[in-house]
């Protein structure tokens, strides 16, 4: 079954941006676009038939602005539309499960909102199953939107960050795009040293080399996957997120990861991945892994 991207849409010039971004993602990938208007019934001073059909009808106005907008520009890209009578967390999260990615509307250096007022941005990326794409309301007559390279930060070891190369790789072979992949580190403290660390690190010529071919070796298997993607590799000395935001300066989508954490109190962001829907200029994307 093919995944669609899937956009959440209130009518907000952050998520009418987000589905321009979305549609165009689709139609690099080849891929069908599903949006989607969360709602739920407030209760008012008017009559219960009268207020449901109130609400409706402006659930429907918000999808048929959306639609308009998307088909006028990538006519070609199958498009579907759906109004889900509940509240935006539960409601994104369902729907993200079953999509390809879920892509949200944010504005400017902030929290996210629209649809999304208070926490909702936070609880839904915290929460999600699948990758979540955050995208910055911009000039619709912007010449080249979210042109430049895919910069994606690569933590841990090969296989812990295999979800999210694999989601940047994807990305810049569909959009044509070169990748930047960046890896930060620093000197762990005394204490944290591990014998056979150190001597690892030691033969390759300290700790510098030691990072860079964790990244290299990271990278091996999605170089030969998608060899069409000129890849940069950069290892940088610093915080994960201070790197990551320098290096996303110029970049058209910025890649991060998220890791799952089962916890009775929900899920959390990490910090790298708030720094970089807070600081980063260009869209960016949080990927789920282990």
């Not at 999304?116 to 000039?139: D, F, H, K, M, N």
């Not at 939107?145 to 569909?174: H, N, Y």
């Not at 005394?190 to 660390?197: C, D, H, K, L």
Request: proline share 8%.
């Amino acid at each position: 079954m093919t995944r669609a991207i899937t956009v959440g849409v209130d009518g907000s010039p952050e998520s009418l941006a987000a589905a321009d971004w979305a549609a165009r993602e689709a139609a690099r990938r080849e891929l069908p676009l599903h949006l989607v208007h969360a709602w739920r019934r407030q209760p008012v001073d008017t009559p219960l038939e009268q207020d449901s059909q109130a609400q409706v009808r402006a659930a429907e106005a918000v999808l048929r602005e959306a639609e308009l907008r998307v088909a006028e520009q990538y006519e070609r890209v199958p498009l579907s539309a759906e109004a889900v009578p509940d509240t935006p967390v539960p409601a994104l999260l369902a729907v993200a499960a079953r999509a390809e990615m879920l892509v949200l509307g944010s504005r400017g250096h902030g929290a996210l909102v629209g649809f999304l007022l208070g926490s909702y941005g936070r609880q839904v990326i915290a929460a999600a199953t699948r990758p979540v794409v955050s995208v910055r309301a911009r000039p619709r007559d912007d010449p080249d939107p979210d042109q430049g390279p895919v910069v994606v930060g690569q933590q841990g070891s090969a296989e812990e960050s295999d979800a999210v190369l694999r989601f940047a790789f994807a990305a810049a072979a569909a959009g044509g795009e070169d990748l930047l992949a960046v890896r930060a580190w620093s000197p762990p403290p005394v204490f944290a040293y591990e014998p056979g660390t150190m001597h690892l690190a030691d033969e390759l010529g300290g700790l510098e080399p030691f990072e860079r071919r964790a990244l290299e070796q990271a990278l091996e298997p999605w170089r030969e996957r998608f060899p069409q993607v000129r890849v940069t590799a950069r290892v940088e000395l610093g915080s994960a997120g201070q790197v990551l935001l320098s290096a996303s300066a110029v970049a058209g989508l910025l890649v991060v990861g998220r890791r799952v954490r089962r916890s009775p109190i929900g899920g959390r962001i990490g910090s790298v991945a708030h720094a970089a829907l807070h600081h980063a200029s260009c869209p960016v994307a949080v990927v789920p892994h282990d």
